[in-house]
């Protein structure tokens, strides 16, 4: 009787300890990538829904995809709603083999529209494609942001990103922006569906030697795979420096505008569009890269504590080290403004321990 009681009493704790564990690692993670005003409200969305999917699912999934999705969540300021169904989303996805930098981009891609767990999957897979040949992941999170924005089923969306590629392909010194835009006109037809005879006028010269289209098109991304040229950025050189009374004036004219994942307008902008208009707002005749990664490569690194008005600074908001995903532009006196997902063009100081603590680098265009 004894003997069964210990076995008992030794499973329950096991157990027990088990699920402590696992408590303990959702809230180390919540207070690794929140800011201290949401951590509350992440924390009594996130450990009642631990506990359930703790029942059914391996807890190193769990871990896993709440480190790759949730300091993104975080830091785009989803509502606890939100980030909880990312989260279920990256599980799903880590149950279907996708990695944490394409979890993380598919969270970023959940701010324009909610998708369920079969198209976030379908996604994550064509990402993986155009990996494959060589496409940088900002332009390929562009691609994938467009489709979902204008309701491309996931055949359409595989449509769209077969002919961007190939497009690349062809002309890889044009702007990819200009790109995407020639390919979504080729491609509006067939936003909801395609089959073989689509691809054939896509890629007129190619033999389709399968029959079933999946199959064919496997083959074109084989075709396709690790041919393309990588977007170089050329260092940007300034004739004259900054204005820094006109820098102010210009961000005071975009105060409140609300972000907007790939937007550029009053109606709605982001980090790296925002930044790009102030740029052009002193300095017209420059060619800028459209994101963020890209906007880090064009000019001389400084140090955090030589900056000068115009400067450009770069956060990371991803459990993969470095990985730059937000920029904005540094004003003077520790302030910098940028396009916040949570509140809009807005101004922040550097000294505040959310963007302190995800700060990588800033640089200066050179003059």
Same mark, same amino acid.
Request: proline letters at 0%.
């Given at each position: 009787m004894w003997q069964k009681l210990s076995f008992i009493l030794g499973v329950f704790l096991l157990v027990s300890i088990r699920f402590s564990f696992s408590e303990d690692t959702i809230q180390q993670v919540i207070h690794n990538s929140c800011p201290e005003s949401n951590i509350n409200k992440y924390e009594t969305k996130f450990i009642p829904l631990a506990k359930r999917l703790h029942k059914k699912i391996n807890e190193t999934v769990i871990q896993k995809s709440l480190q790759a999705s949730l300091p993104v969540s975080c830091f785009l300021g989803y509502a606890p709603w939100k980030a909880a169904l990312a989260w279920q989303l990256a /599980?799903?996805?880590?149950?279907?083999?996708?990695?944490?930098?394409?979890?993380?981009?598919? &969270?970023?891609?959940?701010?324009?529209?909610? /998708?369920?767990?079969?198209?976030? *999957?379908?996604?994550?897979?064509?990402?993986?494609?155009?990996?494959? &040949?060589?496409?940088?992941?900002?332009?390929?999170?562009? *691609?994938?942001?467009?489709?979902?924005?204008?309701?491309?089923?996931? *055949?359409?969306?595989?449509?769209?990103?077969?002919?961007?590629?190939?497009?690349?392909?062809?002309?890889p010194s044009k702007d990819p922006e200009k790109v995407l835009i020639e390919a979504a006109t080729k491609t509006k037809k067939w936003k909801f569906s395609h089959n073989k005879k689509i691809l054939a006028k896509l890629f007129p010269n190619a033999e389709i030697k399968s029959r079933n289209l999946s199959e064919a098109e496997n083959q074109f991304w084989d075709e396709l795979e690790s041919k393309l040229a990588h977007h170089t950025h050329p260092v940007i050189h300034l004739e004259k420096a900054w204005d820094s009374q006109k820098l102010n004036q210009f961000v005071d004219q975009w105060i409140g505008v609300p972000y907007r994942y790939g937007g550029n307008s009053r109606h709605g902008i982001d980090c790296s569009a925002f930044v790009g208009r102030a740029i052009l707002s002193q300095f017209p005749e420059k060619k800028l890269p459209r994101s963020a990664n890209g906007l880090s490569k064009i000019g001389k690194e400084v140090s955090k504590n030589d900056l000068l008005p115009g400067d450009l600074v770069f956060f990371a908001a991803s459990s993969i080290p470095g990985k730059i995903t937000h920029v904005g532009i540094y004003l003077g006196k520790g302030v910098f403004a940028h396009a916040s997902s949570s509140k809009g063009v807005t101004r922040s100081s550097l000294d505040n321990p959310y963007y302190k603590k995800r700060f990588v680098k800033a640089i200066r265009l050179t003059q």
């Open positions: /599980i799903f996805g880590k149950t279907k083999g996708l990695d944490d930098s394409i979890i993380a981009g598919l &969270t970023e891609l959940l701010s324009i529209r909610t /998708i369920g767990k079969k198209q976030y *999957v379908s996604l994550g897979k064509l990402w993986q494609k155009m990996q494959q &040949t060589g496409e940088e992941e900002d332009f390929i999170a562009r *691609v994938l942001g467009y489709a979902i924005e204008n309701g491309y089923s996931s *055949v359409g969306a595989e449509a769209l990103a077969l002919i961007y590629i190939h497009l690349r392909k062809e002309n």
